[in-house]
């Protein structure tokens, strides 16, 4: 009963011991994204608390690259891995320099650390790293006109150099993202030996009268990958300003009945040289078959569209005889 008593109280002991003296890792420090050709620093905080270290040790998709022991002359070693470049020099037992870094770079990375004995407990975390390769070439903007009016469509596409990830595009109108159903989207072009990529991003929409502001219309096109790229492009184009479209008195007499009756009358003798007249000064009318159409009049002035009389900003369709198909 004694000898059972003894091994209970040393067997609490080495419990006691365990749990008293238990490292702890307090951060592993692996950035998320980070340049092609920069070097990068990988941290290990520990904490022994009591205990000696044996060792730490660096992993790369569960290969050893390098491994800091403080009784070992030199303490820290390196071990050839793909994609791995140490600077040795200034790596240390909490932290690990690669410099510099390529594609083959990108991996899991896990820090280990170890305590010496009797207990050799072993701790470990981990934390996944990107390289990317910036564009070559800031976002450009192509198929854009310096000048547009309402009705117009704008079909313009965003371009991006070559990168590693793709680029993430946005398209923004007067400083509001666009609306998803204004975007085409487009599969990046893989392009060259290193498989670097090509992002383009189509918009396009048909010009209303909300799309201007202060006569203008600005188009802006942002290109990011995560934190480590963030370029943009902007293009401002103004609105076009129309004429005042001719008042064209009708010939024949009219009742003063109503005004309705007037603009009635008025209509009834629009004719081909004023179809041809709208077309040659850009007016918004339009000739279909033997139909006139009248549609929204753009300007900045409170005048009226021919005779009939729609003053701006108003939106209405009217469809008369008397305005022959043009030849």
Known sequence: MHKMWCWLIVFHLFVLYDFVHCITLTEVRVPKHTIRGHAVKL??????????????????????????VPRDDPP??????????????????????LDPLDLSSSGKY????????????????HGEMMVVVLPDQDPYITGGK???????????NCTSGRSKPAVHLTWY???DPAEPGLVKRYEPRITGADKLEISVLGLEFRVKPKHFKQ???????????????????????????LQKAPTLESRRAVSADSRADRVQGKLAHFSKQ???????HNLPFYCTGDWFSLFYIP?????????????????????????RQLS
């Open 299 to 323: 300007s900045s002035d409170e005048h009226y569209a021919g005779v009939m009389q729609l003053p701006r900003a108003t939106w209405q369709q009217k469809a008369v005889n008397g305005c």
């Open 110 to 125: 896990r820090c280990e650390v170890s305590a010496e004995a009797p207990s050799f407990q072993t701790v470990s975390d």
């Open 43 to 68: 941290e290990c905080h520990y904490d022994m608390e009591g205990e000696a270290l044996y060792s730490v040790k660096w992993y790369k998709d569960g290969c050893e690259f390098y491994r800091f």
């Open 146 to 156: 310096p000048r547009y009016q309402i009705g117009d469509p704008v079909r313009v």
């Open 173 to 175: 109108i007067n400083g």
């Open 274 to 280: 004023f179809c041809e007249y709208s077309f040659t």
């Open 76 to 97: 820290g070693s390196v071990f050839p891995q793909p994609g791995i470049a140490v600077d040795l020099a200034n790596s240390t037992s909490e932290q690990v320099i």
């Open 215 to 241: 006569g203008d219309m600005k188009l802006k096109c942002l290109a990011t990958i995560s934190t480590v790229y963030w370029k943009s492009n902007e293009e401002s184009v103004e609105g076009e300003k």
